[in-house]
């Protein structure tokens, strides 16, 4: 693939992507979009003070390690021309509400998040604003604080959620696509997001509450005696939500299928619960939980599972036991 990282200079205004979330994904945009194109934007906004440039070891796909300095937006000087947003679901909203008064009406704002439910909550408080969401199989993480490594090749599709979003979409993937990576266009990005939701779904919560990677979760009792169960309340839930229809045993084929291709991975949800961060389960299975009930639907495995996995975050770490049903 070309390395296309160095062609484009400037960062005044003409392709300037900012980035609000300094996680892994954040952190692998800022390193793969050409230099001098990408700012962070610090969490509070204060005109009056100079934020200081993020700096880490960067590990590209190849394995080579290079250094990496991205500067932090300065509100003053620099205007945006797209935001890409990589915060964690929960803080989405809040994080936005700080920095958008900053950012003119018309720039495109590109969701990143896991899950479900934290990106219409963006396009119902700003309609209208061109609102995008974005879904990614792209892996980056960071095995310690000062290094981010691009562990997986993925694909990234890209869709407006607003009325003002939909034109704009072609100019956010070319601005994209300066990174060398593989980005879409796609006008049915709700899809898309459910697709990665099933995925999620079936995989993060029992990782957490086994406190295991994901190919383990794979003859673990509590995965094997509730999965079908799990894939029939997503597919009743996608109906009502008037989503084409997917079959139960096709979902859990690709969740089977995922868990074994990402075998040695630590998810999202497990790495979170390890680090005793909060966890997305609220837009994953909570969220099936909440559509369920809003069809007056239960939903008992996807309640279960979100209730084990936050007692996993509120209590101190402990082994789980490995029953199904017990909460
Ligand atoms: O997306 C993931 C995550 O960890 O959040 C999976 C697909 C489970 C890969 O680890």
Known sequence: ?????????????????????????????????????????????????????????????????????????????????????????????????????????????????????SQQAVAERWPDRPIMAASTTEGANRPDNNTTVHAGQGETWVGGLTHSASPLVTNVVNQLEASGLVIHEEPEILKRLWSKLIINAGINPYTAILDCTNGDILDAPLFRDTIRQLCLELAEVMHLEGLPPRSPDDMQSQIEAVARNTAKNTSSMCSDVRRGKPTEIDYINGYIVSRARAHNLPAPVNQMLTKRVKLRTTKPHEPQSDTPGAI
């Open 1 to 117: 693939m070309a390395d296309n990282r160095h062609h484009v200079q400037n960062g005044n205004g003409n392709g300037l992507t900012a980035i609000l979330g300094a996680g892994s994904l954040g952190r692998l945009w800022a390193a793969l979009l050409p230099t001098g194109t990408t700012a962070f934007i610090p969490r509070q906004h204060d005109p009056e003070e100079n934020k200081p440039d993020v700096t880490y070891r960067f590990q590209g796909r190849h394995g080579r390690q290079y250094p990496v300095t991205i500067p932090s937006l300065d509100w003053t000087t620099q205007h945006p021309d797209a935001l890409i947003v990589t915060t964690k679901a929960g803080d989405t909203l809040s994080a936005l509400e700080a920095i958008l008064p900053n950012l003119k009406p018309t720039v495109p704002v590109v969701l990143f998040q896991n899950g479900m439910g």
